[in-house]
């Protein structure tokens, strides 16, 4: 038993080195031998379970390291204090691949079926992680292969869990070339034949539409954005001395941009040190500068409203037209434990880490913004870059390009910011759009609809980029269209696995 929790253990580390900051993206498609090996050397579902328990412990704690630093930094929780939390958190991710293993022990007596059932399980696994408890789906399977532009093509029909089931079951297959290899026997082959067959089809696939959306082919006029970086470190950014400081780097950045083409230009996440609303005139202060730049500005900044006789706070995105507020977003998924505490009726532990006065208050509707000759577009506000959903209700709502600000400086030189990056660029090619990111400390950049990286700003350097995008292009797909049907599919065939091994462990009764 301990050689199988090691080894399976070994690849749940292979697989988070699959990731950035290390970005070894192929390993990802050897990560899962070692947990199939594991699963095929114990006896007993639990067994099964605890291996898969495994696997997911060794890939959240390297993959997701980067929490417990911030919960210290920026949470001013004790050493102590944060390692118990981040264990904690760890033990419950941890709890998805486990039933992963559970299942596949269930299903072991019928090996062909647990191997060829294995991608199905686990992508039905992964959309369930998108909205259980809110939801975390960070760094699922597929976010891997991101530099892989060829292989994440698929992405546009069946989302980012059709490249996670590609990956898983690649590795499923190459699985059973070894165990067959090893037992002499032939019973696997067709589907390790059928497995390449499908991975070449996707390849070709990505082929066509990476030549189909080439920026080159993009018709029509073009409208430039600029897109700003002002670094202003997590610890300083809301001090009173600071302020100043703040408007006038953004200033310089945005005169840099519009002198290079701007008509639009993007702040990031909170990126004003003020409060939006109430009686507050250092608001004003934003418009001011619109007017001086003579350009539109969306800016990142936390606000205050009152709801029925209650003050509200939210995370909030503006469109300033000179020193008129044309649009206003309010952030929908907000982070629990960051933006506000849950249970907070049951547990009162003041708001979360990320708020200023009280907790943050959900949006309630996407918003689609647009000034004279851009396209419709709509923001995506740090975390809801990562939740496929509300990209497709922007998109499905009209915008034809995508804005994700937000607010990085949390996370310091970890890799957090690179797998941020990573899994915004994803929607662009879901939802065949571009979309332009601007992070306070970086990293901000520009993806066209095929995925492409056409610009960027490094980590933790000041900095603004302009953008060149159509006008009036023409976006979305198959997966903007209908959704997450590929991963639908995958929880059907998951709960006919179930009825299969139920029906599996039922012991037959004796003849009377």
């Given amino acids: 038993m301990i050689r199988a929790l090691t080894a399976a253990a070994g690849g749940g580390l292979l697989l988070a080195l699959s990731f950035p900051p290390a970005d070894l993206h192929m390993l990802a498609w050897v990560a899962f031998i070692p947990l199939f090996w594991a699963l095929e050397s114990v006896h007993g579902s639990w067994k099964a379970a605890v291996c898969g328990y495994a696997f997911g412990a060794s890939f959240f704690g390297l993959d997701v390291s980067w929490i417990c630093r911030t919960l210290i930094m920026h949470g001013h929780f004790s050493y102590p204090l944060a390692a118990v939390v981040f264990v904690a958190m760890i033990m419950t991710l941890a709890l998805i691949p486990g039933v992963f293993g559970l299942m596949l022990g269930l299903l072991k007596e019928r090996s062909q079926l647990a191997t060829m059932g294995a991608p199905f399980i686990w992508t039905g696994l992964e959309y369930v992680r998108t909205w259980i408890l809110t939801g975390f789906p960070w760094d699922l399977v597929g976010y891997s292969q991101s530099s892989s532009l060829h292989v994440v093509q698929i992405a546009d029909l069946t989302g980012v869990y059709g490249v996670s089931f590609l990956v898983v079951l690649v590795n499923a297959s190459a699985w059973e070339a070894i165990r067959t290899y090893r037992t002499a026997g032939g019973r696997q082959w067709k589907f390790v034949g059928l497995s390449a067959l499908v991975l070449l089809i996707c390849l070709g696939y990505g082929h066509v539409r990476l030549t189909d959306f080439s920026t080159s082919k993009e018709p029509g006029d073009r409208f430039n954005v600029g897109v700003l970086q002002g670094n202003i470190a997590q610890d300083v950014k809301w001090e009173e001395s600071a302020k100043e400081f703040t408007f006038v780097r953004y200033e310089e950045l945005g005169a840099t941009a519009v002198q290079a083409g701007a008509k639009l230009l993007i702040w990031p996440e909170t990126a004003a040190p003020i409060l939006f609303g109430m009686h507050n005139p250092e608001w004003q202060r934003v418009g001011t500068l619109g007017s001086k730049l003579q350009v539109p500005m969306l800016v990142g900044a936390p606000s205050v409203k009152k709801l029925n006789g ?58 689609v913004m647009q000034v004279d000759g851009s396209p419709p577009f709509s923001v995506l506000i740090c975390y809801e870059a990562i939740f496929p959903g509300l990209a497709r209700l922007a998109v499905n709502s009209g915008a034809k390009m995508l804005v994700n600000i937000t607010n990085d400086g949390w996370f310091g030189d970890s890799g957090a910011p690179y797998q941020h990056l990573v899994m915004a660029g994803f929607r662009s090619i879901e939802n065949r759009v571009w979309l332009l990111r601007a992070a306070n400390t970086g990293i901000s950049a520009a993806f066209d609809p095929a995925g492409h990286m056409t610009a960027s700003i490094p980590l933790n350097q000041e900095g603004a980029i302009t953008v060149s995008v159509p006008s009036a292009p023409s976006v979305g797909s198959f997966y903007s269209s209908y959704g997450d049907v590929f991963a639908w599919a995958c929880l059907a065939v998951w709960a006919a696995l179930c009825l299969v091994a139920a029906s599996a462990t039922r012991t037959p009764a004796s003849p009377s």
């Fill in 310 to 367: 209650e003050v509200n706070y939210f995370n909030s995105a503006f469109l300033m037209e000179r020193s008129m507020l044309k649009y206003r977003y309010d952030k929908i998924h907000l982070v629990p434990f960051g933006e506000y505490m849950p249970l907070s009726w049951l547990l009162p532990l003041g708001p979360g880490l990320a708020a200023r006065e009280a907790d943050y208050s959900p949006g309630r509707e996407m918003t």
